[in-house]
């Protein structure tokens, strides 16, 4: 219960843009001293389908120097991330409503598939309209598919 309290924190300094035209869809939000970037663009296929792949990132002048990564970087307050995410995710089928989700989830030593068992309990709970398809071909990623149903 406290865990689905948790992920359901909607977070005030949300910033949150979107724009058609050029088919992108970006969040950020301020967790600690650090800034999360939640970035997408889409395709749209003749077949009218719509392919959204994501990417995740953060800057931290305490922990990068202010200079964006896609590395895990060990900050902490990862509910607080996954909160975050999530609220990102549901913006995006809101406004774009794309029928393919595709992004990966870095593995290290220390996390192992621990952020990776997170995204697939957290999108299993939240996006019932999607299937999910998860590929670990034992390299350094876990790579995540979401059609709808």
């Known amino acids: 219960m406290i865990l689905n309290e948790i992920l359901d924190t909607k977070f005030t300094n949300f910033k949150e843009d979107y724009n058609q035209d050029d088919r992108v869809y970006e969040t950020e939000a301020k967790i600690g001293d650090r800034t999360i970037h939640f970035y997408t663009d889409w395709t749209k296929f003749e077949d009218g389908k719509i392919l959204s792949e994501i990417e995740f990132s953060e800057t931290s002048p305490s922990k ?9 970087t060990g900050s902490g307050n990862e ?16 406004n774009v ?8 989830a870095l593995k290290t030593e220390d996390v192992g598939e621990g952020r990776a068992r997170l995204y697939k309990k957290l999108f299993k709970r939240e996006l019932k309209g999607y299937e999910m398809k998860v590929m670990d071909d034992g390299t350094k990623q876990v790579k995540f598919t979401l059609e709808k149903k």
């Not at 509910?79 to 809101?94: E, H, M, R, W």
Request: aromatic share 16%; hydrophobic share 40%.
């Open 79 to 94: 509910f607080a991330v996954f909160a975050f995410i999530k609220q990102s995710i549901q913006g995006l089928i809101k």
């Open 64 to 72: 990068n120097g202010g200079k964006r990564t896609y590395q895990l």
């Open 97 to 104: 409503n794309p029928d393919i989700i595709k992004f990966n």
